[in-house]
């Protein structure tokens, strides 16, 4: 098999629906030679259902990052499907309907704190969870929305971000003694289920047909599935720490 992830088992959280970024990255790193395996949540029947459509047939494994049996379960599962693994892609985010939309001043510590442990924290426990199967090195890869500005209607998903963009530099810090990367893609907006479920999130896509240097669609998760798997390949050999962004250059520009 060639591409370049040729002989590389990894694993992909946060395949839901076709247009899940997760979903794109799945089917282009089987493009690409990968050997995958997919963590589901909420239902394995939902991301089996969605996974008929990749190239190839794969396992599903339910996880919900928040369960430590799961999460502590996972390594013996992914093992004895592959043996071990070269690279994790984590790609979940999650905030209550109250942390999002506008309600910024008024979100309850409560559903400050599952945003966190969705969305950022999660990046630690489940790289911690898949480290016994990473003992030649590898690469993980996490998907964020860019944490240096406030946005409209993201609220607490900003500081949740800002928080997974933090913790991916301390895993840089800690795992490059065992060859382990960690990056993540800032990713443009994108119209999947998650994006659906931010009260407004037109307003705040409406903001790339405006300032993108180059042309963006919202409905196109496949740029932000290339980002991931080029981090996942060998192409990126001395990168760590580092946020690559995959949003049409809006970040470059001020106005
Ligand atoms: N859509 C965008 O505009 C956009 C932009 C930049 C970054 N991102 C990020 O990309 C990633 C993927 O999102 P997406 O846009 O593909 O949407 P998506 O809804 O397809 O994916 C989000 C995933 O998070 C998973 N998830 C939620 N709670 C979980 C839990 N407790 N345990 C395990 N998994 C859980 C869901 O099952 C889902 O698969 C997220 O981190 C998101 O914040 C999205």
């Given at each position: 098999m060639s591409g370049i992830l040729a002989g590389k088992r990894v694993l992909i959280t946060g395949v839901l629906m076709e247009s899940s970024i997760a979903f794109h990255t799945a089917k282009l790193a089987q493009e690409q030679g990968a050997e995958i395996i997919l963590t589901a949540f909420p239902r394995p029947t939902l991301t089996e259902r969605i996974a008929k459509k990749l190239p190839k047939p794969v396992k599903v494994i339910e996880l919900d990052v928040t369960n430590d049996e799961h999460l502590a379960s996972l390594a013996d599962v992914v093992g004895e499907e592959l043996?071990?693994?070269d690279g994790v892609v984590h790609s979940i985010g999650f905030a209550p309907q109250d942390a999002l939309g506008g309600n910024f001043l008024n979100t309850p510590f409560e559903s400050v704190a599952t945003a966190m442990h969705v969305s950022a924290y999660s990046l630690k426990s489940l790289t911690m969870a898949c480290l016994p199967l990473m003992q030649e090195g590898g690469s993980v890869v996490g998907l964020t929305f860019d944490a240096q500005f406030a946005w409209p209607q993201y609220d607490w998903m900003g500081p949740a971000k800002a928080a997974l963009e933090a913790t991916s530099r301390y895993m840089a810090r800690d795992l490059g003694k065992q060859n382990i990367r960690c990056n993540l893609i800032s990713a443009?907006?994108?119209?999947?289920m998650a994006a659906k479920s931010i009260p407004g999130f037109s307003d705040l896509a409406d903001v790339w047909n405006h300032r993108s240097p180059l042309e963006w669609n919202l409905a196109d998760p496949e740029p932000a599935g290339r980002g991931v798997v080029a981090l996942l390949s060998d192409w990126f050999p001395k990168t760590t720490g580092e946020i690559i962004h995959v949003d049409g250059g809006l970040h470059a520009v001020g106005a």
């Open positions: 043996g071990g693994l443009g907006p994108i119209g999947s």
